[in-house]
């Protein structure tokens, strides 16, 4: 199984939705904080979801709880760059638990992960997109619906290519 991103629209099989991307669109040479999506192909390494929103959540990928004290690294200077931390955290990292629905269910690429270098990028995600589909900063994402979909039918196999 695969999903493709071409054209702010991501498919999987026959499925096919809309999607919103990085603000300065695809591109193949990716630094952090530079709001591109990474060009490329990659594998998905887990499902992080917030169990008070999300119930009974069906998928054969790795599930991690989404807690309070949840973040994700995206700090150079630190050791655990590009990595699921825990706050209170001596770097810059993204808050997980937010307010608003975007990090409900999110999908976990494996953008710079083996090995980790610094400043080409953290946190690729599919996450749930807001009104209007507004750009992201270098993320994938789709209405709640379809993410929710499209976990139902993935894999440790499926591969995400981004185009």
């Not at 991501?10 to 499925?15: A, P, Q, R």
């Not at 994402?141 to 591969?159: G, P, Q």
Request: charged share 35%; aromatic share 10%.
């Amino acid at each position: 199984m695969h999903i493709f991103i071409k054209n702010k629209k991501l498919s999987i099989g026959s499925y096919n939705v809309k999607c919103a991307v990085g603000k300065r669109g695809i591109k193949t040479k990716k630094k952090e904080g530079d709001l591109v999506t990474p060009k490329g192909i990659f594998k998905i390494k887990s499902i992080l979801y917030r169990k008070d929103r999300i119930s009974n959540l069906k998928t054969r990928i790795k599930k991690v709880i989404i807690r309070k004290n949840m973040g994700w690294c995206d700090d150079p200077k630190s050791k655990q760059y590009n990595k699921l931390i825990k706050f209170p955290f001596g770097y810059s990292a993204e808050k997980l638990y937010k307010k608003d629905n975007i990090y409900d269910i999110v999908i976990v690429l494996n953008f710079n992960f083996t090995p980790i270098r610094k400043n080409k990028g953290s946190a690729i995600f599919i996450h749930i997109a807001k009104k209007k589909f507004k750009s992201t900063a270098g993320c994938i994402a789709v209405k709640k619906k379809d993410i929710k979909n499209i976990i139902k039918v993935i894999n440790k196999k499926t591969i995400v290519k981004i185009n």
